[in-house]
């Protein structure tokens, strides 16, 4: 009995974890982008530049 109710208080908690993963592993997506797009632009006012 008492184990049931641990199960049951674990799961939203589990929830909680994956949902922090995702949402971490989404920022990080989020930055990487707005880093490529940064050296992008970087490079094009670089060449722009050199012109």
Do not use: C, D, N, Y
Request: no cysteine; aromatic share 12%; hydrophobic share 45%.
């Amino acid at each position: 009995m008492g184990r049931i109710h641990e199960q049951e208080a674990w799961r939203p908690w589990a929830q909680s974890v994956k949902f922090a993963l995702w949402r971490g592993r989404f920022q990080v997506e989020t930055e990487f982008l707005v880093i490529i797009q940064r050296l992008r632009r970087a490079s094009r006012s670089l060449l722009s530049l050199r012109t």
